[in-house]
Protein backbone atom coordinates (compact mmCIF):
# COMPACT_ATOMS: atom_id res chain seq x y z
CA UNK A 1 0.00 0.00 0.00
CA UNK A 2 1.25 3.47 -1.12
CA UNK A 3 0.06 5.53 2.11
CA UNK A 4 1.59 8.68 0.50
CA UNK A 5 -0.68 8.30 -3.26
CA UNK A 6 -3.75 6.78 -0.84
CA UNK A 7 -3.62 10.48 1.65
CA UNK A 8 -2.75 12.96 -1.73
CA UNK A 9 -6.03 11.70 -3.84
CA UNK A 10 -7.90 11.55 -0.51
CA UNK A 11 -7.09 15.20 0.32
CA UNK A 12 -7.67 16.00 -3.65
CA UNK A 13 -10.88 14.84 -3.76
CA UNK A 14 -11.72 17.12 -0.78
CA UNK A 15 -10.23 20.37 -2.10
CA UNK A 16 -11.24 23.93 -0.72
CA UNK A 17 -14.63 24.34 -2.59
CA UNK A 18 -15.07 21.10 -4.49
CA UNK A 19 -17.15 18.12 -4.46
CA UNK A 20 -18.05 14.91 -5.95
CA UNK A 21 -20.20 13.93 -8.59
CA UNK A 22 -22.32 10.46 -7.67
CA UNK A 23 -22.87 9.22 -11.66
CA UNK A 24 -22.82 5.46 -10.99
CA UNK A 25 -26.39 4.64 -10.72
CA UNK A 26 -26.97 0.76 -11.76
CA UNK A 27 -28.62 0.09 -15.33
CA UNK A 28 -31.93 -0.09 -13.43
CA UNK A 29 -31.42 3.04 -11.04
CA UNK A 30 -30.24 4.94 -13.88
CA UNK A 31 -33.28 3.85 -16.23
CA UNK A 32 -35.79 5.51 -13.81
CA UNK A 33 -34.13 8.93 -14.22
CA UNK A 34 -34.40 8.56 -17.23
CA UNK A 35 -37.95 7.66 -17.60
CA UNK A 36 -39.03 10.51 -15.85
CA UNK A 37 -37.64 12.69 -18.82
CA UNK A 38 -39.62 10.04 -20.98
CA UNK A 39 -36.09 8.90 -22.35
CA UNK A 40 -35.43 5.49 -23.21
CA UNK A 41 -32.75 3.67 -21.23
CA UNK A 42 -30.10 2.73 -24.16
CA UNK A 43 -26.42 2.15 -23.86
CA UNK A 44 -26.16 5.13 -26.28
CA UNK A 45 -28.94 7.21 -24.15
CA UNK A 46 -26.31 6.15 -20.72
CA UNK A 47 -23.69 7.65 -22.61
CA UNK A 48 -25.00 10.53 -23.64
CA UNK A 49 -26.69 12.11 -20.56
CA UNK A 50 -23.37 11.33 -18.51
CA UNK A 51 -21.54 13.00 -21.38
CA UNK A 52 -23.42 16.00 -21.14
CA UNK A 53 -22.68 16.18 -17.37
CA UNK A 54 -19.06 15.40 -17.58
CA UNK A 55 -18.57 17.74 -20.46
CA UNK A 56 -20.35 21.09 -19.04
CA UNK A 57 -17.73 24.05 -19.32
CA UNK A 58 -16.09 24.84 -15.99
CA UNK A 59 -17.63 22.16 -13.84
CA UNK A 60 -14.14 21.56 -13.00
CA UNK A 61 -14.00 24.52 -10.59
CA UNK A 62 -16.17 22.75 -8.33
CA UNK A 63 -16.15 19.05 -9.06
CA UNK A 64 -12.64 17.10 -8.01
CA UNK A 65 -14.15 13.45 -9.27
CA UNK A 66 -17.08 11.58 -10.78
CA UNK A 67 -18.17 8.39 -9.69
CA UNK A 68 -18.91 6.38 -12.38
CA UNK A 69 -20.66 2.68 -12.93
CA UNK A 70 -18.82 0.32 -14.64
CA UNK A 71 -19.98 0.49 -18.40
CA UNK A 72 -19.19 4.16 -17.85
CA UNK A 73 -16.05 3.87 -16.74
CA UNK A 74 -15.38 1.80 -20.75
CA UNK A 75 -17.28 4.44 -22.22
CA UNK A 76 -16.48 7.69 -24.58
CA UNK A 77 -17.07 10.94 -25.05
CA UNK A 78 -18.87 12.27 -28.61
CA UNK A 79 -15.72 13.09 -29.69
CA UNK A 80 -14.44 9.19 -29.08
CA UNK A 81 -12.02 10.13 -26.15
CA UNK A 82 -12.41 7.63 -23.19
CA UNK A 83 -14.62 9.48 -20.33
CA UNK A 84 -11.62 8.90 -18.29
CA UNK A 85 -8.91 10.46 -19.92
CA UNK A 86 -11.16 13.37 -20.65
CA UNK A 87 -11.64 13.39 -17.17
CA UNK A 88 -8.24 13.38 -16.04
CA UNK A 89 -7.15 16.41 -18.68
CA UNK A 90 -9.38 18.32 -16.93
CA UNK A 91 -8.50 17.55 -12.86
CA UNK A 92 -11.29 15.48 -12.66
CA UNK A 93 -10.53 12.41 -10.82
CA UNK A 94 -12.15 9.00 -12.14
CA UNK A 95 -14.02 6.83 -9.74
CA UNK A 96 -15.94 3.59 -9.75
CA UNK A 97 -18.92 2.28 -7.62
CA UNK A 98 -17.75 -1.13 -6.66
CA UNK A 99 -20.37 -2.50 -4.92
CA UNK A 100 -23.02 -5.34 -6.49
CA UNK A 101 -26.06 -3.94 -4.57
CA UNK A 102 -27.66 -4.03 -0.91
CA UNK A 103 -29.62 -7.43 -0.86
CA UNK A 104 -31.83 -9.17 1.90
CA UNK A 105 -30.08 -9.97 4.83
CA UNK A 106 -30.60 -13.68 6.01
CA UNK A 107 -32.82 -13.97 9.08
CA UNK A 108 -33.81 -10.38 8.84
CA UNK A 109 -37.11 -8.91 7.56
CA UNK A 110 -36.43 -5.95 5.79
CA UNK A 111 -32.85 -5.61 6.12
CA UNK A 112 -30.11 -5.05 3.47
CA UNK A 113 -26.53 -6.38 3.26
CA UNK A 114 -24.27 -5.04 0.25
CA UNK A 115 -22.87 -7.84 -1.78
CA UNK A 116 -19.53 -7.57 -3.93
CA UNK A 117 -16.77 -8.94 -2.21
CA UNK A 118 -16.38 -11.67 -3.83
CA UNK A 119 -13.47 -11.40 -6.48
CA UNK A 120 -13.20 -7.65 -5.69
CA UNK A 121 -9.14 -7.82 -5.36
CA UNK A 122 -9.21 -8.65 -9.46
CA UNK A 123 -12.01 -6.08 -10.05
CA UNK A 124 -10.00 -3.41 -7.86
CA UNK A 125 -6.84 -4.15 -10.25
CA UNK A 126 -8.69 -3.99 -13.72
CA UNK A 127 -10.84 -0.85 -12.65
CA UNK A 128 -7.64 0.75 -11.83
CA UNK A 129 -5.80 -0.23 -14.95
CA UNK A 130 -8.77 1.62 -16.27
CA UNK A 131 -7.99 4.65 -14.97
CA UNK A 132 -10.28 4.65 -11.55
CA UNK A 133 -8.21 6.35 -8.89
CA UNK A 134 -11.19 5.89 -5.91
CA UNK A 135 -14.04 4.02 -5.34
CA UNK A 136 -17.42 3.90 -3.46
CA UNK A 137 -19.21 1.09 -1.68
CA UNK A 138 -22.66 2.03 0.04
CA UNK A 139 -23.95 -0.10 3.11
CA UNK A 140 -27.82 0.81 3.80
CA UNK A 141 -29.58 0.76 6.49
CA UNK A 142 -33.23 1.27 7.23
CA UNK A 143 -35.22 2.55 10.31
CA UNK A 144 -38.23 1.27 10.92
CA UNK A 145 -40.16 -1.20 13.68
CA UNK A 146 -37.37 -2.59 15.70
CA UNK A 147 -34.65 -1.98 12.66
CA UNK A 148 -32.16 -1.75 12.73
CA UNK A 149 -30.58 -4.83 13.81
CA UNK A 150 -27.55 -5.13 15.46
CA UNK A 151 -26.71 -7.72 12.82
CA UNK A 152 -27.48 -5.77 10.22
CA UNK A 153 -25.04 -2.87 11.24
CA UNK A 154 -22.08 -4.76 12.10
CA UNK A 155 -22.56 -7.27 8.65
CA UNK A 156 -22.14 -3.76 6.83
CA UNK A 157 -19.79 -2.38 9.15
CA UNK A 158 -17.10 -5.40 8.06
CA UNK A 159 -18.25 -5.35 4.29
CA UNK A 160 -17.67 -1.45 4.70
CA UNK A 161 -13.88 -2.66 6.32
CA UNK A 162 -13.07 -5.32 4.20
CA UNK A 163 -13.58 -3.48 1.41
CA UNK A 164 -11.76 -0.78 2.07
CA UNK A 165 -8.79 -2.69 2.98
CA UNK A 166 -9.36 -3.97 -0.96
CA UNK A 167 -9.42 -0.76 -2.03
CA UNK A 168 -6.21 0.56 -0.23
CA UNK A 169 -4.30 -2.76 -1.28
CA UNK A 170 -4.94 -1.61 -4.95
CA UNK A 171 -3.83 1.92 -4.13
CA UNK A 172 -7.73 2.93 -4.33
CA UNK A 173 -9.07 5.28 -2.10
CA UNK A 174 -12.18 3.85 -0.73
CA UNK A 175 -15.26 6.16 -0.16
CA UNK A 176 -16.90 4.43 2.97
CA UNK A 177 -20.65 5.01 2.38
CA UNK A 178 -23.03 3.97 5.43
CA UNK A 179 -26.68 5.54 4.21
CA UNK A 180 -29.35 5.68 6.76
CA UNK A 181 -32.04 5.90 4.62
CA UNK A 182 -34.39 9.00 4.86
CA UNK A 183 -37.25 6.97 4.35
CA UNK A 184 -40.09 6.39 6.98
CA UNK A 185 -42.03 8.09 10.04
CA UNK A 186 -39.20 8.50 12.51
CA UNK A 187 -38.19 11.55 13.95
CA UNK A 188 -35.02 13.18 14.05
CA UNK A 189 -33.75 11.81 17.44
CA UNK A 190 -33.95 8.42 15.90
CA UNK A 191 -31.68 8.99 13.03
CA UNK A 192 -29.37 10.84 14.91
CA UNK A 193 -29.45 7.61 17.46
CA UNK A 194 -28.79 5.03 14.52
CA UNK A 195 -26.13 7.01 12.34
CA UNK A 196 -24.51 7.55 15.68
CA UNK A 197 -24.53 3.50 16.38
CA UNK A 198 -23.74 2.86 12.86
CA UNK A 199 -20.63 5.39 12.82
CA UNK A 200 -19.33 3.98 16.02
CA UNK A 201 -19.62 0.50 14.51
CA UNK A 202 -17.97 1.40 11.07
CA UNK A 203 -14.99 2.77 12.37
CA UNK A 204 -14.38 0.12 14.70
CA UNK A 205 -14.31 -2.17 11.72
CA UNK A 206 -12.01 0.16 9.76
CA UNK A 207 -9.58 0.27 12.74
CA UNK A 208 -10.12 -3.75 12.87
CA UNK A 209 -8.70 -4.15 8.96
CA UNK A 210 -6.26 -1.53 9.77
CA UNK A 211 -7.38 0.87 7.10
CA UNK A 212 -5.34 3.92 6.67
CA UNK A 213 -7.72 6.75 7.62
CA UNK A 214 -5.84 9.41 6.24
CA UNK A 215 -6.69 7.68 2.97
CA UNK A 216 -10.75 7.01 3.29
CA UNK A 217 -13.50 9.79 2.58
CA UNK A 218 -16.31 8.77 4.77
CA UNK A 219 -19.58 9.48 2.62
CA UNK A 220 -22.76 9.57 5.28
CA UNK A 221 -26.23 10.87 5.41
CA UNK A 222 -27.48 13.84 7.06
CA UNK A 223 -29.04 13.88 10.26
CA UNK A 224 -32.38 14.13 9.28
CA UNK A 225 -36.16 13.51 10.09
CA UNK A 226 -37.75 10.57 8.33
CA UNK A 227 -39.67 11.80 5.49
CA UNK A 228 -43.10 10.96 6.48
CA UNK A 229 -42.60 11.95 10.16
CA UNK A 230 -45.21 15.40 11.30
CA UNK A 231 -42.27 17.26 12.74
CA UNK A 232 -39.65 18.34 10.16
CA UNK A 233 -36.71 19.75 11.74
CA UNK A 234 -35.23 22.84 10.08
CA UNK A 235 -32.44 23.50 8.57
CA UNK A 236 -30.07 24.68 11.57
CA UNK A 237 -31.25 21.61 13.44
CA UNK A 238 -30.07 19.31 11.00
CA UNK A 239 -26.85 21.11 10.59
CA UNK A 240 -26.27 20.79 14.56
CA UNK A 241 -27.17 17.76 15.13
CA UNK A 242 -25.49 16.26 12.09
CA UNK A 243 -22.11 18.13 13.20
CA UNK A 244 -22.76 16.81 16.78
CA UNK A 245 -23.09 13.40 15.37
CA UNK A 246 -19.98 13.21 13.20
CA UNK A 247 -17.77 15.12 15.66
CA UNK A 248 -18.66 12.13 18.21
CA UNK A 249 -17.63 9.46 15.96
CA UNK A 250 -15.66 10.44 12.94
CA UNK A 251 -11.97 10.33 13.70
CA UNK A 252 -9.92 13.59 12.89
CA UNK A 253 -7.38 11.50 10.84
CA UNK A 254 -10.22 10.97 8.02
CA UNK A 255 -9.36 14.03 5.47
CA UNK A 256 -12.92 14.57 4.62
CA UNK A 257 -16.89 14.03 4.56
CA UNK A 258 -18.62 14.25 2.04
CA UNK A 259 -22.41 13.53 2.19
CA UNK A 260 -24.80 11.74 0.08
CA UNK A 261 -28.18 13.59 -1.00
CA UNK A 262 -30.04 10.54 -0.24
CA UNK A 263 -33.28 12.16 -1.82
CA UNK A 264 -33.79 15.66 -0.24
CA UNK A 265 -34.87 18.11 -2.62
CA UNK A 266 -31.66 19.90 -4.24
CA UNK A 267 -31.55 23.21 -2.89
CA UNK A 268 -32.62 21.52 0.59
CA UNK A 269 -29.44 19.78 0.73
CA UNK A 270 -27.41 22.69 -0.61
CA UNK A 271 -28.84 24.57 2.05
CA UNK A 272 -27.59 22.12 4.82
CA UNK A 273 -24.48 21.53 3.55
CA UNK A 274 -24.03 25.17 3.71
CA UNK A 275 -25.44 25.50 7.14
CA UNK A 276 -22.63 22.99 8.47
CA UNK A 277 -20.15 24.47 6.98
CA UNK A 278 -21.30 28.11 8.43
CA UNK A 279 -21.52 26.41 11.99
CA UNK A 280 -18.28 25.23 12.75
CA UNK A 281 -14.98 26.72 10.89
CA UNK A 282 -12.23 24.79 12.59
CA UNK A 283 -13.67 21.10 12.05
CA UNK A 284 -11.10 18.49 11.31
CA UNK A 285 -12.10 16.91 8.01
CA UNK A 286 -13.33 18.98 4.95
CA UNK A 287 -17.07 18.98 4.68
CA UNK A 288 -18.01 18.69 1.15
CA UNK A 289 -20.68 17.07 -1.15
CA UNK A 290 -20.21 13.57 -3.12
CA UNK A 291 -24.51 13.93 -4.42
CA UNK A 292 -26.19 12.38 -6.86
CA UNK A 293 -29.33 13.21 -7.64
CA UNK A 294 -29.54 16.92 -6.03
CA UNK A 295 -26.82 17.53 -8.27
CA UNK A 296 -28.43 15.51 -11.42
CA UNK A 297 -31.82 16.44 -11.07
CA UNK A 298 -32.22 20.14 -12.57
CA UNK A 299 -29.59 18.81 -15.25
CA UNK A 300 -31.89 16.18 -16.10
CA UNK A 301 -35.27 18.36 -16.42
CA UNK A 302 -33.60 21.17 -18.01
CA UNK A 303 -32.38 18.61 -20.95
CA UNK A 304 -34.90 16.43 -21.49
CA UNK A 305 -33.49 14.20 -23.70
CA UNK A 306 -33.47 16.56 -26.38
CA UNK A 307 -30.38 17.51 -28.10
CA UNK A 308 -31.49 20.74 -28.36
CA UNK A 309 -31.38 21.25 -24.73
CA UNK A 310 -28.18 19.94 -24.44
CA UNK A 311 -26.62 23.06 -23.14
CA UNK A 312 -29.43 23.82 -20.82
CA UNK A 313 -28.79 20.76 -18.92
CA UNK A 314 -25.14 21.52 -18.93
CA UNK A 315 -26.06 25.37 -17.75
CA UNK A 316 -28.20 23.84 -14.94
CA UNK A 317 -25.85 21.37 -13.62
CA UNK A 318 -22.94 24.39 -13.45
CA UNK A 319 -25.31 26.12 -11.57
CA UNK A 320 -25.89 23.56 -9.09
CA UNK A 321 -22.05 22.42 -8.63
CA UNK A 322 -21.42 26.36 -7.86
CA UNK A 323 -24.06 26.51 -5.57
CA UNK A 324 -22.93 23.39 -3.65
CA UNK A 325 -19.33 24.53 -4.06
CA UNK A 326 -20.31 27.95 -2.27
CA UNK A 327 -22.00 25.76 0.30
CA UNK A 328 -18.48 24.15 1.20
CA UNK A 329 -17.55 27.59 3.10
CA UNK A 330 -20.75 28.58 4.18
CA UNK A 331 -20.84 31.01 1.75
CA UNK A 332 -24.52 30.34 -0.05
CA UNK A 333 -27.23 31.96 0.56
CA UNK A 334 -31.12 31.45 -1.26
CA UNK A 335 -30.37 34.73 -3.50
CA UNK A 336 -27.29 33.18 -5.66
CA UNK A 337 -30.66 30.43 -6.56
CA UNK A 338 -32.27 33.34 -7.82
CA UNK A 339 -29.21 34.87 -9.88
CA UNK A 340 -28.91 31.24 -10.91
P1 LIG B 1 -27.82 10.59 -3.73
O1 LIG B 1 -27.11 11.91 -3.47
O2 LIG B 1 -28.85 10.69 -4.79
O3 LIG B 1 -28.28 9.96 -2.45
O4 LIG B 1 -26.74 9.62 -4.34
C1 LIG B 1 -25.51 9.55 -3.76
C2 LIG B 1 -24.98 8.19 -3.87
O5 LIG B 1 -23.93 7.99 -4.41
C3 LIG B 1 -25.77 7.08 -3.32
O6 LIG B 1 -24.98 5.93 -3.23
Redesign the pocket.
Do not use: C, M, P, Q
Given at each position: MNQDTLTSTARELVAPAKGIL?A?ESFSTIGKRLASIGVENTEENRRSYRDLLFSTPGVEAYISGV?MFEETLGQRTSEGKLFTEALTERGIIPGIKVDLGAKPLALHNNELVTSGLDGLRERLVGFREQGARFA?W?AVITIGDGIPSEACIVANAHALAHYAALCQEAEIVPIV?P?VLMDGGHDIDRCEQVTSRTLGEVFTALRRHDVLLEGILL?PNMVISGTESASQASISEVAERTMRCLLRNVPAAVPGIVF????QDDVLATAHLNAMNGLHVDTPWELSF?????LQQGALKAWGGKPEQFAAGQKAFFQRAKANSAACSGRWDQGLEKTA
Open positions: ADIKREEKLSGGSYGRA
